[in-house]
């Protein structure tokens, strides 16, 4: 049934997937579905929780500039929403906004592994000293994460991309780095 209601997911999107047309698919019983999963949601969560859905996962590079690198990545991501991984996202924001209990799981499967990432390579641009010691780290991943929901969300420009790292930018660089790259300027 999760093979089935991911197929459909994938070649029709969250909206067009029905129960019926997962049990058509499927050939279990109706009351059966309904009996694992009682609604449209939970079916689907559960598809993304076990691994049916695909959540790709995209490394943050690290090079000697963390900003060309975060541009880098958030292009990356951002043209994957464009695809089905996208429609998960989406599915995924609108399932924890009307299925309370699954939303902390959802909003780990897809923060986790960059969230992970991204504060191991804020680490070490603290090392390098491109970002400051005071930095709130967690903030910034939180900020970088609402970027991604925006624009996948939304189907937003990410042309907008480049202008937001230049905010974060002037708001977590280290005094050192800024100066660098005020006398670069």
């Known amino acids: 049934m999760l093979t089935v209601a991911a ?10 997937l029905t129960m019926e047309s997962v049990v058509a698919g499927s050939g279990v019983a109706k009351r059966t579905l309904y009996r694992w999963w009682p609604t449209k949601s939970a079916l689907v969560a559960d598809a993304i929780l076990g691994g049916f859905l695909n959540v790709p ?15 880098a990545w958030l292009g990356e991501v951002s043209t994957a ?18 299925e309370p209990a699954l939303a902390a ?30 930095a709130d780290i967690d903030a910034t991943i939180d900020l970088l994460m609402g970027i991604i929901v925006f624009v996948g969300a939304g189907h937003e420009d990410v042309a907008r991309i480049p202008a937001v790292i230049g905010v974060l930018k002037l ?11 005020s006398e670069k300027s």
């Open 7 to 16: 197929s459909q997911f994938t070649d029709r999107g969250y909206d067009a």
């Open 105 to 134: 799981e959802l909003t780990q499967t897809f923060r986790r592994p960059a969230a992970t990432e991204m504060r191991s390579r804020f680490a070490e641009a603290v090392c390098d000293g491109q970002i400051s010691q005071d």
């Open 171 to 181: 708001g977590i660089s280290s005094e050192a780095a800024r100066r660098s790259g």
């Open 57 to 71: 996962h995209k490394p943050v590079q690290h090079t000697a500039d963390i900003w060309a690198d975060l541009r």
């Open 81 to 98: 929403m464009r695809g089905p991984y996208g429609e998960v996202l989406r599915a995924s924001t609108a399932i924890s906004a009307t």
